[in-house]
């Protein structure tokens, strides 16, 4: 998994590049192929390894101020290297783009190399959603690395515990410390996590 990072003095030529029309900024997620990324070298003057698999162009967001790597959409890869215990998912179900992002664990999960639970939290009755699609309840994974299972325990009770008396300081640090985050990056998230930062990590 390897993450770069670009600007640019002018963003036409990377509009060219993606044979879209101009922009102010980005407003999608890019896939990539080689000769895209050969290109992508030639404009920025970076040289992008080569064989590196499946490759995204995002739009800049407020969280990679962060002085490291922030877990979000980086889970699988995190946790196939042993460097994330713990990834925590929720969302409305049925849905079928949440259904094939978790089914990307399942050959881990099978092998052994994750543990995972599945909570749902049914509605008392269907409810339609804004796109047309109807929401039967609310849906959380939790996968652990073996021998990190307690964290998922771990995690269930400190959620249960701030919808009783609110989230705090405390819960957020609670947070990191069992997604994996290490202390001093639990400092830094909890003197600059507020204004434009983002809960997501």
Aim: glycine letters at 8%; aromatic letters at 12%; one cysteine or more.
């Amino acid at each position: 998994m390897l993450e770069a990072q670009f600007s640019l003095d002018a963003i036409a030529p990377l509009f060219a590049l993606l044979g879209e029309e101009g922009g102010d900024e980005l407003a999608r997620i890019y896939e990539l192929d080689a000769t895209d990324l050969r290109s992508l070298s030639a404009l920025t003057g970076f040289q992008f390894p080569g064989d590196v698999g499946p490759v995204q162009l995002r739009p800049w967001h407020a969280l990679r101020n962060v002085p490291y790597l922030i877990h979000t959409e980086f889970e699988l890869a995190l946790m196939l290297e042993g460097r994330k215990p713990l990834a925590v998912f929720e969302d409305a179900y049925p849905c079928d783009w949440f259904a094939t992002m978790i089914a990307r664990f399942d050959p881990f999960v099978r092998d052994g190399r994750f543990v995972r639970r599945v909570l749902d939290k049914p509605l008392s009755a269907p409810v339609a959603a804004s796109i047309g699609a109807s929401v039967e309840g609310m849906r959380s994974v939790y996968v652990a690395l073996p021998g990190q299972e307690w964290r998922i325990d771990a995690y269930i009770e400190m959620w249960q515990s701030a919808k009783k008396s609110g989230w705090s300081e405390a819960s957020e640090r609670r947070q990191g410390e069992l997604l994996g985050y290490t202390d001093w990056q639990c400092d830094w998230w909890a003197k600059n996590r507020l204004g434009s930062l983002s809960r997501r990590r």
